[in-house]
């Protein structure tokens, strides 16, 4: 998978920026690990929810990288129950 599955037809303002973000991080790895997350639930996260992805994407990549990884800690108010639901989403198998 290349890039974004989901139109962001439908979506508010807001989704459809966060959307964008999650999809044009810097780092191909944060791409696909925050974009494919982004396209499966952008549209059922609360207005908290989106809060707190608005405040990890301010994390540099690296940083949420490690902490994605466990190789890093990101401070208590960076890694709520958003955080946790992202860093065990499913990352689909690669086609053989």
């Known amino acids: ?7 962001s037809e439908g979506l508010d303002a807001r989704r459809k ?4 973000r999650c999809w ?13 997350f982004a396209d499966a639930e952008i549209g059922n996260l ?3 929810e989106l809060g707190e992805l608005e405040t990890l994407l301010d994390v540099n990549d690296p940083d949420l ?4 990884t466990a190789d890093k800690v990101l401070p208590a108010g960076v890694t709520g129950a958003l955080f946790a ?9 690669r086609d053989a």
Do not use: W
């Not at 998978?1 to 139109?7: K, V």
């Open 85 to 93: 639901r992202i860093k065990a989403f499913p990352i689909p198998e």
């Open 65 to 68: 990288y490690a902490a994605i």
């Open 46 to 48: 609360s207005d908290a």
């Open 24 to 36: 044009h991080r810097g780092t191909r790895e944060m791409d696909l690990i925050l974009g494919r």
């Open 17 to 20: 920026r966060l959307l964008f």
């Open 1 to 7: 998978m290349t890039g974004t599955t989901r139109s």
